[in-house]
């Protein structure tokens, strides 16, 4: 399978705890994104790498999120101090940008689905 | 107000119906536009991309772009079962390094 994947898919800790989560983007993708999606609602976006340098993060990534793309392949997304306001879908997303021309499409992992008790 | 707007449904439709799904947006300056598809408990498939206003068919999808009136829809003809999933669009200001702006998703279910 040479699409996006993630680990684990399924995640359940208990409140304070911290969780981290794994991305493996597209082989030859430079970006990586990073959403949050809650029942009934669409993705929001948490933060984006191009390779390794993240270059944008969401206000709602709080100081209890933080990522990271080591040598710009693979992220981990870790959660500290994890609330149960934290559980949701966690999605990742990778794309390759040819600069200022052609078009990016964002291709989505299947999620890793967060519940905090 | 949200960015990008989109009527959640539930949508039931029979075998063979054409759907429209519609999204509307406040912020003029999004220039690309997207439709994905997401089945229960999966990450989002794209399924359509189109650049500023116009019309973009692909096989039984056709995608239209109303920049006149912040508004773009997606229509399936000749619908299955297998549409059934819940539709999101999508949207940004550039086609690099920008993150995406979507709504909240129309349920669709196809009734055979």
């Known amino acids: 399978d040479t699409g996006v994947s993630q680990d684990p898919r399924h995640k359940i800790t208990k409140r304070g705890q911290n969780v981290t989560f794994r991305c493996d983007p597209i082989?030859?993708?430079?970006?990586l994104y990073w959403y949050r999606q809650t029942l009934g609602q669409g993705p929001e976006f948490l933060t984006y790498?191009?390779?390794?340098?993240?270059?944008?993060k969401s206000r709602l990534l709080s100081d209890r999120f933080s990522a990271e793309r080591p040598k710009g392949s693979f992220s981990t997304l870790e959660i500290q101090r994890t609330e149960q306001g934290d559980s949701a879908m966690y999605l990742c997303?990778?794309?390759?940008?040819?600069?200022?021309?052609?078009?990016?499409?964002?291709?989505f992992g299947p999620g890793t689905r967060l519940l905090v008790l | 107000q949200k960015e990008v707007e989109q009527d959640p449904g539930p949508l039931s439709v029979p075998e063979g119906a054409i759907v429209s799904l519609n999204c509307t947006y406040s912020?003029?300056?999004?220039?690309?536009f997207m439709w994905y598809r997401q089945y229960s408990r999966k990450g989002p498939e794209l399924l359509m991309y189109?650049?500023?206003?116009g019309n973009k068919e692909d096989g039984r999808f056709t995608a239209q772009v109303d920049k006149s009136s912040k508004y773009i829809s997606l229509f399936i003809r000749d619908s299955q079962p297998s549409d059934s999933a819940t539709y999101l669009c999508?949207?940004?200001?550039?086609?690099?390094?920008?993150?995406?702006?979507f709504g909240t998703g129309t349920s669709l279910t196809v009734i055979p």
């Open positions: 997303a990778s794309s390759f940008s040819r600069g200022r021309t052609g078009q990016e499409t964002q291709y």
């Open positions: 082989s030859e993708h430079n970006r």
């Open positions: 790498f191009q390779n390794e340098a993240q270059l944008e």
């Open positions: 912020n003029s300056a999004f220039q690309y």
């Open positions: 189109t650049y500023s206003s």
């Open positions: 999508a949207m940004s200001f550039s086609n690099t390094g920008n993150q995406f702006y």
